[in-house]
């Protein structure tokens, strides 16, 4: 019992500064705090996303020199890389030291820009399965069916059927199947891992990424906030040269008084 | 650049391009024209993009060459074609009626400002109706709503009651906007995808907690954005205070938009498969009949007509969920033929409240008096508008609730029955409040007060876009076959019913 | 004035190493933690702290607000019209590849995304400083009662 609910202390955080947030929001009538409220409203979700993404021990998707100079002396020749690269559908080149999310997102690219839109995307589907795979212990805490049985679900993915895969592109989803617990680790990638083709060099398991994608997702999402608080923040400066105040009591109290010429009596509209 | 390959790009990036710019311009006529030109161009580029969809079936466009699921996709069915058209559509006659009325009410400084922000409005409006990918929605979203608040907030300048409703909104607007992080969120955890049609593959037969909590918060937080009825709140006085263009464009698009996406999120990414969805189908015609009599009541008691309008516009959101309530092809259909045609019937009318207020400086229902001696074209166009509101024959008005009756009939449940009957009943009351402003309009103008003085005719421009939204109102209530041909197949698609085009 | 010495002489000190760093993060960006929205607030922060130590009139007499709009618009277009030149060179919408296609290290990749963090940071940037001279240029009128 206290381990399930420990093991999940960042939902409980979540979860708190939401409803902290929320009750700013409601109960306060200044427009600042209102926005204060808002703000950790806001925040909270960031905070469930970017804990929903990590990794126990794992790093940010950085590909280092050390990785390239390891992955070169597994004997994996340039050209082979390169040729991988450019016939087969993952479109990037192989020589290292940029973000693995470049790489993954990249596989498809050719495809992409010829027909095959459909085929494309159910290649590069398989990929984003390790996405899934930090998820499931939320749905577990959520009861009802477990997350072996969610992992089960999930659509077989097709790596198999892809020799010429990048072995890069594979590698930061693998990381984070590697990292997560064996019972949400899904069979099917399980598989896909072994029937892969045999340049994955050895290191690269070893390496844990964390799930990059929440990250940048919370990154515009962090951006839409600060324009939100910019926004919020100039209305705040208007409403109090317009009316001289800030609180929401006595907002109300001088539209009244504006439209009746009395304080108490709510006007019809605002009602609404 | 193969044009017609590039299409559906297009009438993202042209406002977006184009906002900027706007705000280079010097203030006056100069960001308007450029805002009108761009307008047209987004229209006549929807327009091909709709023939091309109804011609070769749903387009799909990778963002940058990244192909779906892991990149940003552009996915044009049927439905988003059609509310895209009816957006920039809407923008197209807007722009260029809002010149005068943005004369009259924005300090003439901020009027670059003022265009960039409609632009970029705009943008992000069509953005939300193109993109594939559900993230991306919310941040369109969110591009299109900040632009809204302060366009909300120009209103200031003639009542700073705007400032307040521009807040109100903002609060409000970004808790349904987090709200739908959220549900993004747990649906990412559930499956490890953005991408909608992704989603939908991966979801099916999901049906535990966490995507149930999932559907719930993308349902209120999008409930929040259409002004689903407990949570129309922030509506009535954003509409009543914003200036006279933002509020004819937005009642016409915005609240649409979100329908759309709700739509989108209902049918595409959940769909049938999921057993919950039939939970909220029937919360959605509850809350869709209180919204009628409701938001319906509450218009009759109004004495402010941009209020009692904005009101009317809660209650026909009701209307569209209702129609989305039955959770059948001809109900889908009927919800979306509705949100075309109570675009074209709010924009007429808010577009001759906006000619009232420039000429007489009030949208109370007082400033109306005489009108119809004052103003006769414009009242006509009241009144078409009105006639087409309550749905009288050979008006859009009727055409959406005949669509709508007979999807509710044809579904046949004891309780869609009685919801046939409220909504006969609900538009009585539409009569009602319709009948409060022509009646005021056929008193003699008056002779003292404050409404009192001699007015000059409306200018030209303005009667003219008024005009030809109620010439929209009329044709398409004559020439109802193309709509609703479209809607019927959009609904089909967004249904999967249609095997061959759906997924 | 000479009570401030010591802060202004500090902030003199960091002024030009923030700029700096604020230039490492934006074009460092492109193939490591960073980019345009970071390195934007990072730049602006340098001014603001500029303008807490010098004022407001000081600040806006070396970055005159006029300047802003052009800048937040420049950064806007660097940013759409990179997308759109991906169109005309034949690819999708902010498709990069298409600048470069026949390099063999993804050079299109990298000038794409250099040119759009870019057009990110000067917009970032520039919005920062509007809303900054926004709020602190107005007149000082709230009371501390008020609050």
Redesign the interface.
């Given at each position: 019992m206290w381990d399930f609910i420990l093991e999940r202390y960042n939902y409980w955080v979540v979860i708190m500064l939401m409803m902290i947030g929320l009750y700013i929001v409601i109960s306060r009538g200044n427009l600042v705090k209102t926005l204060v409220g808002l703000n950790l409203f806001q925040t909270s979700v960031f905070v469930f996303y970017i804990s929903m993404a990590r990794i126990a021990g794992g790093t940010a998707p950085i590909y280092t020199k050390a990785d390239y100079k390891a992955r070169l002396k597994e004997g994996l020749p340039q050209e082979q890389i390169t040729h991988i690269s450019y016939t087969g559908n993952a479109g990037h080149h192989g020589e290292a030291g940029y973000g693995a999310y470049e790489e993954e997102a990249k596989s498809g690219y050719d495809a992409a820009n010829g027909a095959g839109h459909e085929e494309a995307g159910g290649e590069s589907g398989s990929l984003h399965d390790g996405d899934a795979v930090p998820s499931n212990d939320l749905s577990s805490m959520m009861g009802e069916q477990g997350s072996t049985e969610v992992a089960a679900q999930q659509p077989m993915p097709e790596l198999h059927d892809m020799p010429n895969m990048d072995p890069e592109a594979i590698s930061a989803p693998m990381g984070m199947d590697m990292a997560a617990s064996a019972s949400s680790l899904p069979v099917s990638d399980n598989i896909a891992y072994e029937t892969l083709p045999n340049v994955i060099p050895s290191n690269v398991g070893d390496v844990i990424y964390s799930n990059p994608l929440p990250h940048v997702l919370i990154l515009t999402a962090i951006v839409v906030g600060v324009a939100t608080t910019a926004v919020g923040l100039a209305l705040a400066v208007r409403i109090r040269e317009a009316y001289g105040t800030i609180e929401e009591d006595e907002l109300e109290a001088a539209d009244n008084i504006a439209e009746f010429g009395r304080p108490q009596t709510k006007a019809a509209g605002s009602v609404g | 650049?193969?044009f017609f390959a590039?299409l559906p790009?297009l009438p993202v990036?042209v406002p977006?391009?184009a906002?900027?710019?706007a705000?280079?311009m010097p203030p006056g006529r100069m960001p308007w024209l450029w805002a009108t030109l761009v307008s047209w161009v987004s229209f006549g580029l929807s327009l091909l993009l709709l023939e091309q969809v109804w011609i070769n079936g749903p387009i799909?466009?990778?963002?940058?060459?990244?192909?779906?699921?892991?990149?940003i996709?552009y996915y044009i069915d049927l439905a988003n074609a059609l509310v895209l058209s009816l957006v920039t559509g809407i923008a197209a006659v807007v722009f260029p009626y809002a010149y005068n009325s943005v004369r009259d009410e924005i300090n003439h400084s901020q009027t670059p400002g003022f265009y960039t922000a409609l632009l970029l409005c705009l943008a992000g409006l069509t953005g939300v109706t193109m993109t594939g990918d559900a993230?991306n929605v919310?941040?369109f979203l969110?591009v299109s709503s900040?632009a809204t608040?302060?366009l909300v907030?120009m209103g200031?300048g003639r009542d700073?009651?705007a400032?307040?409703a521009?807040?109100n909104y903002?609060?409000m607007g970004?808790?349904g906007?987090?709200f739908f992080?959220?549900g993004i969120?747990?649906l990412?955890?559930?499956?490890?995808?953005?991408?909608m049609l992704?989603l939908h593959?991966?979801l099916a037969?999901?049906?535990?907690?966490?995507v149930k909590?999932a559907f719930a918060f993308i349902i209120t937080g999008l409930g929040l954005k259409l002004a689903m009825l407990p949570l129309?709140?922030w509506?009535?006085?954003a509409y009543?205070y914003a200036p006279s263009a933002i509020t004819a464009f937005l009642a016409a698009t915005a609240t649409k938009v979100a329908v759309y996406i709700m739509l989108r999120f209902l049918f595409t990414v959940f769909g049938f498969d999921f057993p919950f969805l039939r939970v909220a189908l029937d919360f959605f015609l509850v809350l869709g009949i209180a919204g009628m009599f409701i938001a319906s009541l509450?218009a009759v008691?109004?004495?402010?007509v941009k209020?009692l309008l904005?009101?009317s516009s809660?209650a026909q959101i009701g209307y569209m969920l209702l129609g989305i309530s039955l959770g059948t092809v001809d109900g889908v259909a009927a919800s979306l033929i509705h949100v075309v045609n109570h675009a074209f019937i709010k924009a007429a009318l808010f577009m001759a409240v906006g000619i009232v207020v420039l000429r007489l400086g009030s949208h109370q229902l007082r400033a109306f008096q005489g009108l119809a001696t004052r103003m006769p074209w414009t009242s006509w166009g009241i009144v078409v508008a009105g006639l087409s509101l309550v749905g009288v024959p050979a008006t859009v008005g009727f055409v959406s609730k005949y669509a709508l009756l007979s999807a509710v009939f044809a579904k046949g449940g004891t309780m869609e029955i009685i919801a046939g009957f409220l909504i006969l009943a609900s538009s009585l009351l539409a009569v009602v409040y319709m009948m409060r402003i022509i009646k005021v309009m056929l008193e003699p103008v008056p002779t003292e007060g404050p409404f009192a003085r001699n007015i000059a005719a409306p200018p030209l421009m303005m009667r003219l876009m008024l005009w030809i939204m109620v010439g929209a109102n009329i044709y398409f209530g004559l020439q109802a076959q193309p709509v609703i041909a479209i809607a019927q197949k959009a609904a089909a698609t967004l249904l999967g019913v249609d095997s061959g085009e759906a997924f | 004035m000479m009570g401030h010495l010591i802060l202004r002489v500090v902030i003199k000190l960091l002024f030009a190493p923030i700029l700096l760093f604020g230039l490492y993060v934006q074009f460092h960006g492109d193939y490591g933690p960073g980019g345009g929205f970071q390195a934007g607030v990072i730049f602006a922060s340098a001014f603001i702290l500029f303008a807490l130590g010098f004022g407001i009139k000081e600040t806006q007499k070396r970055l005159p607000p006029t300047v802003l709009p052009f800048f937040m618009v420049f950064g806007l277009l660097l940013y759409a019209l990179t997308g759109v030149l991906g169109l005309f060179m034949g690819g999708n919408f902010l498709d990069y590849y298409v600048l470069a296609p026949d390099s063999h290290h993804n050079a299109g990749q990298h000038i794409g995304i250099l040119l759009v963090e870019f057009g990110v940071g000067v917009a970032v940037f520039s919005a920062m400083m509007t809303i900054f001279y926004f709020f602190a240029g107005r007149e000082p009128e709230i009371h501390d009662a008020d609050w």
């Amino acid at each position: 019992m206290w381990d399930f609910i420990l093991e999940r202390y960042n939902y409980w955080v979540v979860i708190m500064l939401m409803m902290i947030g929320l009750y700013i929001v409601i109960s306060r009538g200044n427009l600042v705090k209102t926005l204060v409220g808002l703000n950790l409203f806001q925040t909270s979700v960031f905070v469930f996303y970017i804990s929903m993404a990590r990794i126990a021990g794992g790093t940010a998707p950085i590909y280092t020199k050390a990785d390239y100079k390891a992955r070169l002396k597994e004997g994996l020749p340039q050209e082979q890389i390169t040729h991988i690269s450019y016939t087969g559908n993952a479109g990037h080149h192989g020589e290292a030291g940029y973000g693995a999310y470049e790489e993954e997102a990249k596989s498809g690219y050719d495809a992409a820009n010829g027909a095959g839109h459909e085929e494309a995307g159910g290649e590069s589907g398989s990929l984003h399965d390790g996405d899934a795979v930090p998820s499931n212990d939320l749905s577990s805490m959520m009861g009802e069916q477990g997350s072996t049985e969610v992992a089960a679900q999930q659509p077989m993915p097709e790596l198999h059927d892809m020799p010429n895969m990048d072995p890069e592109a594979i590698s930061a989803p693998m990381g984070m199947d590697m990292a997560a617990s064996a019972s949400s680790l899904p069979v099917s990638d399980n598989i896909a891992y072994e029937t892969l083709p045999n340049v994955i060099p050895s290191n690269v398991g070893d390496v844990i990424y964390s799930n990059p994608l929440p990250h940048v997702l919370i990154l515009t999402a962090i951006v839409v906030g600060v324009a939100t608080t910019a926004v919020g923040l100039a209305l705040a400066v208007r409403i109090r040269e317009a009316y001289g105040t800030i609180e929401e009591d006595e907002l109300e109290a001088a539209d009244n008084i504006a439209e009746f010429g009395r304080p108490q009596t709510k006007a019809a509209g605002s009602v609404g | 650049m193969d044009f017609f390959a590039q299409l559906p790009a297009l009438p993202v990036v042209v406002p977006f391009v184009a906002a900027p710019l706007a705000l280079l311009m010097p203030p006056g006529r100069m960001p308007w024209l450029w805002a009108t030109l761009v307008s047209w161009v987004s229209f006549g580029l929807s327009l091909l993009l709709l023939e091309q969809v109804w011609i070769n079936g749903p387009i799909t466009y990778a963002m940058g060459g990244w192909a779906a699921p892991l990149g940003i996709i552009y996915y044009i069915d049927l439905a988003n074609a059609l509310v895209l058209s009816l957006v920039t559509g809407i923008a197209a006659v807007v722009f260029p009626y809002a010149y005068n009325s943005v004369r009259d009410e924005i300090n003439h400084s901020q009027t670059p400002g003022f265009y960039t922000a409609l632009l970029l409005c705009l943008a992000g409006l069509t953005g939300v109706t193109m993109t594939g990918d559900a993230f991306n929605v919310f941040v369109f979203l969110e591009v299109s709503s900040l632009a809204t608040y302060t366009l909300v907030a120009m209103g200031a300048g003639r009542d700073r009651r705007a400032l307040t409703a521009a807040f109100n909104y903002l609060v409000m607007g970004t808790i349904g906007a987090t709200f739908f992080v959220i549900g993004i969120g747990l649906l990412y955890q559930a499956t490890g995808t953005l991408n909608m049609l992704d989603l939908h593959e991966r979801l099916a037969g999901q049906d535990n907690r966490l995507v149930k909590a999932a559907f719930a918060f993308i349902i209120t937080g999008l409930g929040l954005k259409l002004a689903m009825l407990p949570l129309h709140l922030w509506l009535p006085p954003a509409y009543t205070y914003a200036p006279s263009a933002i509020t004819a464009f937005l009642a016409a698009t915005a609240t649409k938009v979100a329908v759309y996406i709700m739509l989108r999120f209902l049918f595409t990414v959940f769909g049938f498969d999921f057993p919950f969805l039939r939970v909220a189908l029937d919360f959605f015609l509850v809350l869709g009949i209180a919204g009628m009599f409701i938001a319906s009541l509450a218009a009759v008691f109004q004495d402010d007509v941009k209020m009692l309008l904005a009101y009317s516009s809660v209650a026909q959101i009701g209307y569209m969920l209702l129609g989305i309530s039955l959770g059948t092809v001809d109900g889908v259909a009927a919800s979306l033929i509705h949100v075309v045609n109570h675009a074209f019937i709010k924009a007429a009318l808010f577009m001759a409240v906006g000619i009232v207020v420039l000429r007489l400086g009030s949208h109370q229902l007082r400033a109306f008096q005489g009108l119809a001696t004052r103003m006769p074209w414009t009242s006509w166009g009241i009144v078409v508008a009105g006639l087409s509101l309550v749905g009288v024959p050979a008006t859009v008005g009727f055409v959406s609730k005949y669509a709508l009756l007979s999807a509710v009939f044809a579904k046949g449940g004891t309780m869609e029955i009685i919801a046939g009957f409220l909504i006969l009943a609900s538009s009585l009351l539409a009569v009602v409040y319709m009948m409060r402003i022509i009646k005021v309009m056929l008193e003699p103008v008056p002779t003292e007060g404050p409404f009192a003085r001699n007015i000059a005719a409306p200018p030209l421009m303005m009667r003219l876009m008024l005009w030809i939204m109620v010439g929209a109102n009329i044709y398409f209530g004559l020439q109802a076959q193309p709509v609703i041909a479209i809607a019927q197949k959009a609904a089909a698609t967004l249904l999967g019913v249609d095997s061959g085009e759906a997924f | 004035m000479m009570g401030h010495l010591i802060l202004r002489v500090v902030i003199k000190l960091l002024f030009a190493p923030i700029l700096l760093f604020g230039l490492y993060v934006q074009f460092h960006g492109d193939y490591g933690p960073g980019g345009g929205f970071q390195a934007g607030v990072i730049f602006a922060s340098a001014f603001i702290l500029f303008a807490l130590g010098f004022g407001i009139k000081e600040t806006q007499k070396r970055l005159p607000p006029t300047v802003l709009p052009f800048f937040m618009v420049f950064g806007l277009l660097l940013y759409a019209l990179t997308g759109v030149l991906g169109l005309f060179m034949g690819g999708n919408f902010l498709d990069y590849y298409v600048l470069a296609p026949d390099s063999h290290h993804n050079a299109g990749q990298h000038i794409g995304i250099l040119l759009v963090e870019f057009g990110v940071g000067v917009a970032v940037f520039s919005a920062m400083m509007t809303i900054f001279y926004f709020f602190a240029g107005r007149e000082p009128e709230i009371h501390d009662a008020d609050w």
